[in-house]
């Protein structure tokens, strides 16, 4: 129950987060609420870490050798542009159009730049560190390596609710991507690195 509770309460706030892509419409106000959830989420995991109330390991911030770091970072990464150029080249007209909500980006914000570099990092960390860290050692060894990717990929694609269909997919299979990393290396690092790299290109495609 303890770690249902945990997972509950670190995901609660990214679920709750999506509504701003329905009800916010101003791009500074956008950035600002969401950089405060995601600095909140890491704050509070840093502090549980600082009570010992859970480990560096557990949530999967152990840098591996730098030859496994490379090694699966350069495999994750092939493997997720691979889908990318397949999900948007070739799925994505299949895919019904329209959304509860989607972020109001702004080129000509002066925050672009920032939030399309710093943010996208903010964000690979904040969500890396729950959705593949923190939860893959919660579920492991209570789950069937199987239901280990399933649950923990759909945990991930839930987080993007209020936007598409495509999205909801894509982010599926990306969780799905991610996870292998993370279970031989036992750290989030190839995967932060991959998942920034997956929204950098998505950002500036949009």
């Known amino acids: 129950m303890r770690a249902a509770t945990l997972l509950f309460l670190v ?16 791009y500074t106000t956008w950035v600002v609420l969401d950089y405060a959830v995601r600095l909140a989420i890491l704050g509070c995991l840093l502090f549980m870490l600082r009570r010992g109330a859970v480990t560096r390991d557990q949530l999967g911030l152990g840098v591996p050798p730098l030859t496994d770091m490379i090694l699966w970072t350069v495999g994750t990464g092939a493997a997720a542009m691979a889908y990318l150029g397949l999900s948007e080249l070739v799925l994505a007209p299949w895919f019904p159009s329209g959304s509860l909500g989607g972020v109001p980006l702004d080129a000509g914000s002066l925050l672009f730049a920032f939030d399309a570099t710093a943010g996208l990092a903010l964000v690979a960390l904040s969500e890396e560190v729950v959705c593949r860290g923190l939860t893959l050692s919660v579920l492991r060894g209570r789950l069937s390596t199987p239901w280990l990717y399933l649950v923990s990929a759909l945990l991930f694609s839930l987080m993007h609710w209020s936007l598409s269909a495509h999205t909801l997919v894509d982010a599926f299979v990306y969780g799905l991507i991610l996870v292998p990393a993370v279970l031989a290396t036992g750290s989030i690092w190839p995967g932060v690195v991959v998942h920034f790299l997956v929204n950098f290109v998505l950002y500036h495609m949009g």
């Open 11 to 26: 995901y609660l706030p990214y679920y709750l987060n999506d509504f701003a892509n329905i009800f916010i419409s101003d």
